[in-house]
């Protein structure tokens, strides 16, 4: 997992654009959009971390920062 490619990946598209990537995705088809990662499993996990972000985004008194550390302390929880 990348921050600056998440980030990169929030301000570029939306959340059907990138809704519609992770099901090309599954389905082994392009992509569509251009999503960094070095293999499909990373492309996958910067995909839906840019669309929890772009959901948390929406709640009042959210950016961009603060809902990359949401999904940080998200991922962190499921580790720990």
């Known amino acids: 997992m ?22 090309n995705l599954l389905d ?14 990373e492309q996958l996990t ?3 971390a840019a669309v929890f972000c772009l959901e948390e985004m929406q709640k009042p008194d959210i950016n961009i920062n603060q809902a990359i550390r949401l999904y940080s302390q998200r991922v962190r929880g499921s580790i720990g």
């Open 28 to 41: 082994e088809k392009p992509l569509g959009i251009e999503i960094e990662g070095k293999d499909e499993g």
């Open 46 to 48: 910067h995909i839906l």
């Open 2 to 23: 990348n921050i600056q490619i998440i980030k990169k990946i929030v301000e570029l598209y939306s959340i059907e654009q990138l809704k519609m990537a992770e099901e």
